[in-house]
């Protein structure tokens, strides 16, 4: 496994953490993943008895999400812009991981923002995570992200740093120094840790953020 790989393998393990926190387990109801990519975790959604609809604009990613076949409850939908293939009000909850930026580059984020609204049943949720990177700077700082949604009719719940993009444990990861099962716990120590860090800090970090439909 390269130096990306496992950077990306460790991204997913705390992204993967960070959402687990904020699901209801008790109460699983139907998820779109927009901007799924290769639908890494729509599939451990489904697994986990949630009804999930993976919306990506890429259909190289969705033919790679389709490569393992997908489990009971998830599906994949090629979206070609526009109005989602989705019924008004059908949905509990929105995930956009890392979708922001790639949205910004592709069309005005705000009427991705309004699809999800239009989808979501009234108090249903969108958990997002977007990173603080250099490309995300080119268009908006990072804290303008919960702002464009409560811009568009969401009432924030959270939002707080999940992890750095730069930092000795990160470099302990790419170097493979650590094996995969101190990789996980290096995950949930970082992700215990950087929530309590002041958002106003200068590290670039990921950040989630959950939003309730007014
Ligand atoms: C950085 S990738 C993140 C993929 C995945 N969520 C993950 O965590 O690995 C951004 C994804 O958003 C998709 N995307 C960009 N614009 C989109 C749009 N308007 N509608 C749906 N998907 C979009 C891209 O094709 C890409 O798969």
Redesign the pocket.
């Known amino acids: 496994m390269g130096k990306r790989s496992r950077r990306?393998l460790y991204?997913?393990l705390v992204?993967e953490l960070a959402i687990w926190e904020r699901l209801d387990l008790s109460q699983k109801g139907i998820v779109v993943?927009?901007?799924?990519?290769?639908?890494?975790?729509a599939r451990k959604l489904a697994i986990q008895g949630f009804r999930v609809v993976g919306?990506?604009?890429?259909k190289g990613?969705l033919d790679s999400a389709r490569k393992i076949l997908p489990p009971e409850g998830m599906s994949l939908v090629l979206?070609q812009?526009g109005v989602l293939p989705i019924k008004a009000e059908s949905v509990d909850l929105v995930?956009?991981?890392?979708?922001v930026?790639?949205?910004l580059?592709?069309?005005p984020l705000e009427?991705?923002i309004s699809e999800w609204r239009r989808c979501l049943r009234p108090r249903g949720r969108v958990l997002l995570?977007e990173t603080d990177n250099t490309p995300l700077r080119r268009y908006m700082g990072i804290q303008q992200v919960p702002e464009a949604l409560e811009n568009w009719g969401f009432r924030k719940l959270a939002w707080y740093p999940i992890r750095r993009t730069s930092w000795w444990g990160l470099r302990l990861v790419k170097w493979g120094l650590l094996p995969p099962h101190l990789m996980s716990l290096l995950a949930r120590w970082e992700l215990s840790r950087r929530r309590l860090e002041p958002v106003q800090s200068k590290a670039k970090r990921a950040y989630l953020g959950e939003f309730e439909r007014k």
Request: aromatic share 12%; charged share 30%.
């Open positions: 990306s991204r997913r992204e993943d927009y901007g799924c990519g290769d639908g890494w975790l919306v990506d604009v890429d990613f979206y812009g995930l956009a991981v890392g979708v930026r790639s949205l580059d592709r069309g009427g991705a995570i």
